[in-house]
């Protein structure tokens, strides 16, 4: 498995080629593109709906807390979902990758 970045940081797109062998030849190659990316403003409408509010700005990140829980959220319009996950960790809040949306 062959795993090409579009961008050199974090991802904005994975592509993931697969070859598919039958017996022990290479018969057909075959490119699958996932998005691995949550919109900005979607999960910040999911962290409101579950509780959570905003605590200040700041000049590249906006500061949302829960209860005594906080964390950052930068200035992207997309935000990896890996990044995405661990914000919802630091406010306590259950990561669905279908519920953001």
Same mark, same amino acid.
């Given at each position: 498995m062959?795993?090409?970045s579009t961008r050199?940081?974090? #991802?904005a797109?994975?592509?993931?080629i697969? #070859?598919l @062998?039958l017996?022990?030849?290479?018969?057909?190659?075959?490119c699958?593109v996932y998005n691995?990316?949550?919109?900005?403003?979607? +999960?910040?409408q999911? +962290?409101?709906k579950?509780?959570a509010?905003?605590?200040?700005?700041g000049?590249?990140?906006?500061i949302?807390?829960?209860?005594?829980?906080r964390?950052?959220i #930068?200035?992207h319009?997309e935000?990896? $979902?890996?990044?995405? /996950?661990k914000?919802?960790? $630091?406010l306590e809040? #259950? @990561?669905? /990758?279908?519920e953001? /949306?």
């Amino acid at each position: 498995m062959i795993i090409r970045s579009t961008r050199k940081e974090l #991802p904005a797109r994975i592509t993931i080629i697969r #070859p598919l @062998f039958l017996s022990n030849s290479l018969v057909k190659i075959s490119c699958q593109v996932y998005n691995v990316n949550t919109k900005r403003k979607e +999960l910040i409408q999911y +962290l409101m709906k579950k509780g959570a509010s905003l605590a200040r700005e700041g000049s590249r990140h906006s500061i949302y807390q829960k209860g005594n829980n906080r964390t950052a959220i #930068p200035r992207h319009i997309e935000i990896v $979902d890996e990044l995405a /996950k661990k914000i919802c960790n $630091d406010l306590e809040i #259950p @990561f669905k /990758k279908g519920e953001n /949306k």
